[in-house]
């Protein structure tokens, strides 16, 4: 079992940054993946972008190269920074686990003004 809890959101202009952070409730050093998620209002859940174990990451299309994951093994924590901010990205954001199965935090909603 892996318990997320996401935090960071908020509402912000365009242009803005929003760094958000998920706190997992073990040690997040043996856990395969972790992963943002995004749902946006009428949208299907997306990935957003994910990093593994061993630290490779990938990115969803829409927000390479303005969008960063990263983890910090010792604080158990994976963050998303997130720079260049549009419309567009306004969802609810949600944080993800592969270990030995799925875990879904609650979400965090972002909002992003024009």
């Known amino acids: 079992q892996v318990q997320l809890v996401e935090s960071g959101g908020g509402l912000v202009q365009a242009g803005e940054s929003l760094r958000l952070s998920c706190a997992a409730s073990?040690?997040?050093?043996?856990?395969?993946?972790m992963s943002w998620y995004r749902q946006a209002p009428g949208k299907q859940r997306e990935l957003v972008a994910g990093?593994?174990?061993?630290?490779?990451?990938n990115y969803a299309d829409s927000v390479k190269g303005r969008f960063t994951i990263s983890k910090d093994n010792a604080k158990n924590t994976v963050y998303l920074q997130m720079n260049s901010l549009a419309p567009e990205d306004t969802a609810v954001y949600y944080c993800?686990?592969?270990?030995?199965?799925?875990?879904w935090g609650k979400g965090t909603l972002v909002t992003v003004s024009s």
């Open positions: 993800n686990a592969y270990y030995f199965g799925q875990f």
């Open positions: 073990r040690s997040i050093f043996s856990i395969a993946v």
């Open positions: 990093i593994t174990k061993g630290g490779s990451t």
